[in-house]
């Protein structure tokens, strides 16, 4: 197909552009052949015409189709040209933040300026072991590469990084070396490749400086090549120099600093140990503040002076030697302040006494007349006399600034000498891996002779850089067996020529060099003449007579010749370089000492800038040839240096890193295209591209291209045979075969033509999308239609039902209105009717109403009359009765009183008897005396009152008489008043007065009416406020009664939830105390295998084994509770013996370690214990906080009752003295009705304060009773609490007394002056070890107990609350019941529940004395069983003689029983030990075992032989035994740790013996679970407590060692099962492939899928299950099989941009269901495993959910809790649409993900951690398996073990 068929419209094109370099456009229509315009839309929607060369007639750069665009390798793309190129570094650059893009063979990386997350530890391990095409593009995956092929091939390797100042050269370099330092470590403990990192900071100080470019600019060239053992360790490395920029020490332009050494000297003055050098700021010294920007911004020098001394430190350069150093730099400083005074127009002068020629002189020991006579003067040779001759001012300044460049050279040269004396190995070098940083190319407006050997340097490079491209292209060519044709390719070979050949510009200056009288102005016209016409690449500018031009390989640059001589001869006044050797300053000698010239590491001698020794021999033929060696030009020795470097580059195999300056104003990812171009164009990865599509630059493999080009074919087109499938597509679909050709594993296509096979397959698609959306849309529009016609018959029948129903409801209206019309009038009658009606009715009743009136208005005159008449007569009779009555009562009065006086007489006769005084005065005769006398006296006053009784009864009687005679005469009078008429107005003003008296009796009654009114209202409200009063104080009651069951109800969940959060966080504690004791095993591991390799490498070197005592290994006996090795071991390892050099080392190491373990252990124990005291503290609180509180809610309550009943005495007083206050007035009397109502109110109120007291006294016994039951159950939780107590008391006293014996018995094994040798004999490491091991166990057993003791507390806190709060609720029901009886019944209610409590307690007791009788019975007839079982055992044991021999039969019935009566044991004899050990465990096979026989049998037969060794009480027997086994464990682990089954065989049988021991110990803890003939077999002797520590350590070292085994298996599956393999077929797109994924270094080894991962895991798990592994192990181990799978899986999702697509994500999600799935099947979907696997499957989902508005961003945020932010930005920034019809995440969507999850606290750490282990737990699993019942197969060859 034709190029031109391409430009059709839509078709997008690159054109060139003044500001963008290159725009996009789009066709408007198609181009036809012959055109000479193009029609193009802007992407601004600018229309414009491009106007094609009529001579070339060139079409514009087709643009590259979306989906290629971000390819991590320009050569996928398809159209490979400068602004495909251009175009895919910047999106790669600014939109996904990628600085990393092959390009080909060559690494291009962009600096951006800002500090990145890609370089950290876990980046390194990432791409440790991975091809580089598998991974995104990076440095690290570079490093790999060139340390992968050093390894496969054998072949030395450089790493060549160049690019222009500020683009990052020496960064990449250093990250290179960090990858090769992590990644290959050292071979011995040296630490070379921390040394060769500490090179750096020495470097970038000595020879890196601030540019307007970049502010960490190398300013001169280095190789360092890193040396390589044959294990590719590092051991070493060396560094070669080129071309420090000494112009740099004198002259600084603007806006640039001088080397960084000066400004960090002078940013540390202040310190003490540089007061000696006086050194000020910068801006105080010439050669410091030319610049005048002395600070860079983030860079603080005194921190970074300090970096570089610790880095001389660190590669041995003493502190003497550094202020040596330092001296030297300040002297240089001091002299450019020297200032040189004009003598005369030819000579010039230092004053006398200058004082920075003084403080130099100083520093560097020399004399001041000297220096400044040399430095005004110079001496002059001819052949016969010598002449000393003044200079001028601008000679002797230039002389002075010589000089300390001069000082400056020697002083780089000997730090590098240093440098590479402290990374020199004595051990031999197999190969190296060099990298070079290197400047690249420069063009300036001023260039010099700097700038010309930077750019020869560079196009000798790009020369070897082309030669080794096509090199890789002709093999690639050849390798496919494709007819390989010339490819014409830019050879800059003239370009070199000119400058390095014959007569060429080197050799000119160097002949000008050597003229008398040679100028620049002399040279630059003999170049003119030599080169102006006959070669095309030199020119001579038009405007200049002292410059000339070089057409570089990557463009036009001037030079100006100025200076070109000078620079070239670097010379120096040798009088001062007299002066300085002269000098007393040792250093500064040794610097200007000549020395032999050292070798470089391929025997060639070095440059000039590297490890450079001129010696000097006092004879004149050395110092002539030393002189000669001198005069060679800068240029000769950087020609030599270079060609040098060119054969060290030719002998290695380069790796190329491109490194871009995106702008000049070191702006964060801002890409100038401007730029770009120009370092692209420099750099040669234009001319990469251009070599690259010049032949067949897209290649195919036949299985990618059938995969992505399938939609083009038809099905016959599809054989068996892809390859002839893929022949048969592309003669169909490509017409012109000169656009492919055929290889034997790749298809290889001309430039484009992948562009129009990638618009055929998105015609095709596009055809297919269009055909389905046909279908789709008829489909659709039929839906629609049908969906139409439905509703229109739908819609028709609702009208017409609407319509019948309308006219339904006109006829009902019509009918309606006519009924409506018949009411209405019906009702207009019936209401004209009743109105006159009405009317009637209302004129006859008021007719009717007034003649009612008349008459009774005159029954009520008639009516009135009669009661007045009534009321008369009715008082006249009262009036008469009255005056009857009176009458009447005093004639009665009278008639008593004479009666009584005769009463009282004949009472007064019978008091003078004696005997009725006797009768009451019985038992007083001492007062009969006294009565006598006042009987006689009472006698006397008898008589007389007798005889006034006389007088008074005759004066009685007469007065009688007189009254007769009165009333006589009153009645007559009486009788005359009835009969006289005219007394009647008297007696009428009688009755007036009296109705006087009436009404003021009834004023009178109304007042104290009134009043009684009154009193009785205060009373009434003053008792609703009293009962007010009462209601809120009960209200008050019940709030504070509710408040107090709140706040208990508080206290409770309080307390149960901080011991929830304590218990949370002591199990948190745990975890993390065990994961440290686990990693400490594993270090001692590490250190234990390292220890037994350096011991086998020693062995097998010393041929013959040295006699001597031979030491037992610390190391090895750390585990075991001996500090010897057992027998075994010792006969196994005795070959091995021999004195070890680097034992003492080891072991003096190991002790420190062990001892600062100790330490903290110590401390973490002190610690525990103080938080065990705390927590103890605190549960008494609480404890009696609880309590407490039920004792204040009681007191409250009868506060409460005790204030109301003060409150209503209080309001009874008050009553009472309102009371008498009233009674004193007067204004009641006592039967008065306010008086009553009043009484009535005292008596309420004394009731209510009876029934109150009734209450506080029942509240008061109710309150004695819960004291008594508290105290009685007090009492026995104290009985039964402090015996757990006292025992963890006791613990915690014997761990005291551990350690402190501990800590004792080592001060007095510690010598002042240890041998270490001997120490470790005498067992102290053991004892430090042991020590250790006690203290772990002592912590993790109280640890375990106050658990234990604090669940039991909470429990016994739990029943007690539910208990009180029962009693509670049960007594304040009852109290209720009680207020509601009358008094009478409370009293008698208390009584019956105080009798119901005793009965109770008494029936508890009685039940507790039962259960004790039935205890005490119990163990009687135990005893009598036991006791009979003695009798019958003794009667046996009399039944046998002790004379009776074997031979004498047995009795035949005990013959059968004592043979099955077996107890579970195995007997051994002690020579037996080690056949046992070594069938049982060394010589045997898991597989055989597993399949044939019990699991755990192992386990089961040591243990047996265990038993029989305690049973027989041999404790050297049991010792060596368990010594035995752990040692043997260890070997066979050690020679077969690789082996997935052997590992899994003997976890579970180590398992499986600590299970045993702990089963069989005897602690009720682990007898709880055993039968009774189980505990019977419990171990009698011996505690081996110690030995299940030392066995649970060696399990959780076979635990991590299975983990890494299982790892090792796993980790090549994982990410081809997981990511790279279609489970689902068809889903994933194969995009077009680049130059690294086809060119990897390691072959495919064969396809892992998702059913490998799952069977292997069904490997894992079945092998588990036979071995008998314990469940909760096994599901431990799945968890961490998943996280290794998530966390890798993850990894590299996160660094593969390939990997990051919707049908990926799809896969990952299919994927993680089918491991869920397994989970399900094998029952393990509650072991955590499914969470580990969290992280992957969010980022699956990320990967296919919407990603555009910001309810997505919401989403994700919500949904990606598992993933870090910087993991959540990593994978929208490599999300890379597969199809074109997916859309790339924006830019913006991005930043709003970055806002919205700014404030998650989380790690930066962009990676997972694939080394995790979890710390692993072995519960107790006890076996149901009898001891007795196991027999043993003869397979096992143990028939020397005896059965007991």
Request: glycine letters at 4%.
């Amino acid at each position: 197909m034709a190029a031109s068929e391409l430009y059709t419209k839509y078709s997008r094109v690159w054109i060139p552009d003044v500001e963008e370099v290159w725009k996009s456009a789009e066709l408007n229509k198609d181009y036809k052949q012959g055109d000479g315009v193009l029609n193009l839309q802007l992407e601004d929607g600018t229309e414009l015409e491009y106007k094609l060369d009529p001579k070339t007639n060139n079409l514009p750069h087709l643009r590259n189709p979306d989906i290629l665009v971000g390819e991590n390798d320009l050569t996928a793309l398809s159209y490979l040209h400068e602004p495909a190129v251009l175009h895919n570094l910047k999106v790669r650059f600014m939109d996904s933040k990628l600085i990393y893009t092959y390009c080909g063979i060559v690494l291009v990386a962009i600096n951006p300026y800002e500090t990145l997350p890609i370089y950290g530890t876990d980046i390194i391990n990432a791409y440790s072991g991975q091809n580089m095409g598998d991974m995104d593009p990076h440095i690290f995956a570079v490093a790999e590469e060139a340390y992968k092929q050093m390894a496969r091939d054998e072949r030395n390797q450089s790493i060549i990084v160049s690019g222009e100042s500020g683009a990052g050269k020496t960064v990449s370099a250093k990250y290179a070396m960090r990858y090769f330092a992590t990644v290959s470590g050292s071979a011995s403990e040296a630490n070379v490749e921390v040394k060769v990192l500490a090179s750096n900071p020495i470097m970038e100080s000595i020879g890196n400086a601030k540019t307007t470019r970049n502010d960490n600019s190398s300013r001169f060239g280095k190789y360092i090549g890193i040396g390589f053992d044959r294990r590719y360790h590092i051991i070493g490395a060396n560094m070669r120099t080129y071309l420090l920029e000494k112009s740099r020490v004198v002259f600084q332009a603007d806006e640039e600093r001088n080397y960084h050494i000066y400004y960090q000297l002078c940013a540390s003055a202040h310190l003490p140990e540089f007061k000696a050098l006086k050194l000020r700021t910068a801006n105080d010294f010439h050669y410091t503040k030319q610049g005048r920007n002395p600070v860079i911004d983030g860079v603080d020098d005194a921190k970074e002076m300090s970096t570089t001394r610790n880095a001389f430190t660190l590669l041995g350069v003493n502190e003497s030697y550094q202020m040596g150093l330092f001296q030297i730099l300040a002297s240089i400083l001091h002299l450019g302040n020297v200032e040189v005074k004009d003598k005369d127009s030819d000579s010039s002068i230092i004053l006398p006494n200058n004082a920075h020629l003084s403080v130099f002189c100083e520093l560097m020991g020399v004399t001041y007349q000297d220096m400044s006579h040399w430095l005004c003067h110079k001496k002059l040779k001819t052949a016969t006399e010598t002449y000393i001759k003044p200079i001028p001012k601008l000679q002797a300044i230039n002389a002075r600034d010589a000089l300390a460049k001069h000082i400056y050279a020697k002083l780089f040269n000997w730090i590098v000498d240093h440098v590479n004396r402290a990374l020199h190995s004595t051990v031999k070098q197999h190969s190296f891996i060099g990298v070079l940083d290197i400047y690249g190319f420069e063009t300036f407006e001023i260039n010099s002779f700097e700038q010309f050997c930077i750019n020869y340097a560079n196009e000798k490079l790009q020369q070897q850089f082309n030669m080794h491209v096509f090199k890789l292209e002709q093999e690639e060519y050849m390798r496919e067996q494709i007819p390989w044709t010339l490819i014409d390719f830019y050879d800059n070979q003239p370009c070199i020529n000119l400058i390095e050949a014959k007569m060429g510009i080197l050799d000119l200056l160097d002949e000008e060099c050597k003229m008398p009288k040679g100028s620049d102005d002399s040279w630059a016209q003999k170049l003119y003449n030599t080169h102006l016409k006959t070669c095309a690449l030199f020119e001579k500018p038009r405007m200049s007579n002292k410059a000339f031009i070089i057409q570089h390989f990557a463009d036009k640059v001037e030079y100006q010749c100025e200076g070109f001589l000078e620079k070239n001869k670097d010379t120096v006044n040798e009088e001062q370089i007299n002066v300085l050797k002269a000098s007393k300053f040792d250093l500064l000698v040794e610097l200007f000492h000549d020395e032999e010239k050292a070798t470089s590491p391929t025997g060639a001698p070095p440059a000039p800038g590297g490890r450079t020794r001129l010696s000097v021999k006092p004879d004149k033929i050395k110092a002539g040839h030393a002189s000669k060696e001198h005069k060679k030009t800068v240029g000769l020795q950087f020609r030599n240096s270079l060609q040098l470097l060119m054969e060290t580059l030719n002998a290695t195999t380069p790796h190329y890193v491109r490194c871009i300056k995106p702008n000049d104003h070191k702006f964060a990812f801002t890409f100038d295209p401007k730029r770009a171009v120009q370092q692209l164009r420099a750099c040669g990865v234009l001319e990469t591209i251009r070599i690259s599509a010049a032949g067949f630059p897209s290649r195919w493999t036949y299985q990618e291209f059938f995969s992505r080009y399938r939609v083009l074919m038809i099905q016959k087109d599809v054989l068996t045979d892809k390859k002839m499938t893929c022949k048969n597509v592309l003669e169909k679909l490509v017409q012109d075969p000169d656009k492919y050709q055929f290889g034997k594993t790749k298809i290889f296509f001309r430039a484009g033509q992948v562009a129009y096979l990638e618009k055929l397959r998105a015609d095709k698609l596009r055809a297919a999308c269009i055909r389905i959306q046909k279908t789709i849309r008829c489909w659709l529009a039929r839906k629609k239609y049908l969906r139409m016609k439905h509703a229109a018959t739908t819609i028709q029948r609702y009208v017409r039902g609407y319509q019948a129903r309308c006219l339904a409801n006109f006829l009902r209206r019509t009918r309606a209105a006519v009924v409506i019309q018949k009411y209405q009038r019906m009702f207009v009658q019936k209401t004209c009717y009743r109105n006159k009606q009405a009317a009637a009715l209302a004129m006859q009743c008021i007719l009717r109403a007034y003649m009612a009136r008349q008459l009774y208005k005159g029954l009520l005159r008639e009516h009135k009359a009669i009661l007045i008449q009534k009321m008369v007569r009715g008082w006249l009779a009262r009036q008469w009765y009255k005056r009857s009555l009176k009458a009447i009562v005093y004639l009665q009065c009278c008639t008593r009183r004479m009666r009584a006086k005769r009463e009282l007489k004949k009472l007064k006769i019978e008091a003078r008897s004696v005997e009725h005084f006797k009768k009451l005065n019985i038992g007083m005769e001492n007062k009969i005396m006294q009565l006598q006398r006042r009987v006689d006296e009472q006698n006397k006053d008898n008589r007389a009152l007798n005889e006034r009784l006389n007088g008074l009864e005759i004066s009685h009687a007469t007065e009688s008489e007189r009254l007769r005679t009165e009333l006589k005469r009153l009645r007559g009078a009486e009788e005359d008043a009835k009969n006289n008429a005219n007394k009647v107005t008297t007696l009428l003003e009688e009755v007036e007065r009296l109705r006087k008296d009436l009404k003021n009796t009834q004023k009178e009654k109304k007042v104290i009416e009134d009043w009684a009114q009154k009193y009785q209202d205060e009373m009434e409200q003053m008792i609703s406020e009293l009962k007010e009063q009462n209601h809120l104080l009960k209200s008050e009651k019940d709030d504070l009664n509710r408040l107090i069951q709140e706040q208990s109800k508080q206290f409770t969940e309080q307390m149960q939830r901080a011991l929830k959060e304590e218990t949370q966080q002591l199990e948190s504690d745990l975890n993390e105390e065990r994961s440290r004791y686990q990693n400490l095993l594993t270090e001692h591991l590490r250190l234990e295998e390292k220890y037994d390799d350096l011991k086998e490498e020693i062995t097998l070197a010393a041929n013959v084994p040295k006699p001597g005592h031979r030491r037992n290994d610390s190391t090895h006996s750390s585990n075991e509770s001996e500090c010897t090795y057992s027998e075994f071991a010792e006969s196994e390892e005795g070959s091995r013996g021999g004195e070890d050099v680097s034992k003492g080392i080891l072991d003096m190491s190991l002790f420190l370690k062990l001892q600062k373990r100790v330490s903290e252990l110590e401390q973490e124990k002190q610690s525990l214990q103080n938080e065990l005291d705390r927590r103890e503290e605190q549960f008494q609180r609480a404890r009696a906080r609880a309590r407490g509180a039920e004792l204040e809610y009681e007191s409250l309550k009868r506060q409460e009752l005790e204030s109301e009943n003060k409150k209503l005495k209080h309001n009874l007083n008050q009553m009472r003295q309102s009371l008498r206050g009233s009674g004193e007035a007067g204004s009641a009397a006592p039967g008065s009705p306010a008086y009553t109502v009043l009484l009535d109110q005292l008596n309420a109120s004394n009731e209510e304060l009876e029934v109150r007291k009734e209450e506080v006294l029942i509240l008061r016994s109710q309150l004695v009773s819960q004291k008594e039951a508290m105290q009685h159950k007090d009492e026995k939780e104290t009985m039964t609490e402090p015996l757990p107590y006292i025992e963890d008391v006791q613990k915690l006293t014997d761990a005291k007394e551990i350690s402190q014996a501990y800590m004792s018995l080592k001060e007095t094994n510690r010598s002042p002056f240890p041998d270490y040798h001997k120490l470790n004999e005498d067992g102290e490491l053991w004892l430090v070890y042991e020590g250790l091991k006690e203290t772990n166990r002592l912590l993790e057993s109280q640890l375990q107990t106050q658990r234990r003791s604090h669940e039991n507390e909470v429990e016994v806190l739990r029943g007690d609350l539910q208990s009180v709060k029962e009693e509670n609720n049960r007594q304040q029901q009852l109290l209720a019941q009680n207020l509601q009886l009358p008094p009478e019944a409370r009293i008698e209610a208390s009584l019956q529940h105080e009798i119901t409590r005793l009965t109770n307690e008494n029936l508890d007791l009685m039940e507790q004395l039962e259960k004790q009788d039935k205890t005490v019975r119990k163990l009687k007839k135990q005893l009598k069983v036991f006791a009979k079982k003695i009798n019958d055992l003794e009667g046996g044991q009399m039944d046998v003689s002790p004379g009776q021999t074997a031979d004498e039969p047995v009795h035949p019935v005990n013959i059968p029983r004592r043979e099955k009566d077996f107890q579970g044991m195995l007997e051994y004899k002690k020579e037996d030990e080690l056949k046992l050990v070594k069938n049982i465990i060394l010589e045997l096979k898991p597989r055989g075992v597993a399949v044939n026989l019990i699991p755990g049998l192992p386990a089961y037969i040591l243990f047996m032989c265990l038993r029989h060794s305690d049973y027989v009480n041999d404790d050297q027997k049991v010792r060596s035994l368990l010594t035995s086994i752990i040692n043997s464990i260890k070997k066979i682990l050690k020679k077969r740790g690789d082996d997935f089954e052997t590992v899994s065989f003997w976890l579970s049988n180590t398992c499986r013996f600590l299970h045993c021991l702990k089963q069989y110990s005897g602690d009720e803890q682990f007898m709880k679970h055993n039968t009774p003939k189980q505990n019977e077999h419990c171990l009698s002797n011996f505690d081996l407590a110690e030995y299940r520590q030392v066995l649970s350590d060696l399990a959780i070292q076979i635990y991590q060692q299975l983990i890494k085994c299982m790892e090792n298996i796993l980790q090549p599956m994982i990410v081809s099962g997981m990511l790279e393999h279609e489970t689902i077929q068809g889903v994933s797109g194969v995009k077009p492939t680049g130059l690294r994924k086809r060119t990897s270094s390691i072959a495919d080894e064969g396809t892992y899928t998702l059913d490998s991962i799952v069977r292997q895991l069904n490997t894992f798990h079945s092998i588990m299950c036979h071995h008998g592994t314990d469940p909760e192990l096994i599901k431990q181990v799945v968890k961490q099989q998943f996280y290794i799978i998530g966390a890798v899986t993850l990894n590299n999702l996160l660094l593969r941009k390939d990997m990051c697509s919707w049908s990926k994500g799809m896969q990952i999600r299919y994927n993680v269901s089918q491991l869920e799935e397994w989970l399900r099947d094998k029952n393990l979907m509650t072991c955590g495993a499914k969470e580990t696997l969290e992280p992957l499957i969010q980022a699956a989902q990320l990967l296919q959910v919407k990603k555009k508005t910001d309810e997505d961003a919401e989403a994700i945020c919500s949904m990606c809790n598992a993933l870090s932010t910087a993991q959540i930005v990593k994978v929208l920034n490599l999300y890379t649409p597969v199809n074109a019809f997916e859309e790339r995440v924006s830019v913006l969507f991005i930043r709003t993900i970055q806002t919205r999850l700014r404030d998650r606290k989380e790690s930066p750490q962009l990676l997972m951690d694939t080394k995790i282990i979890y710390p692993v737990t072995f519960p107790f699993n006890p076996s149901s398996l009898a001891l007795e019942t196991i027999q043993i197969p003869s397979s096992l060859n143990i028939g020397f073990l005896t059965r007991v």
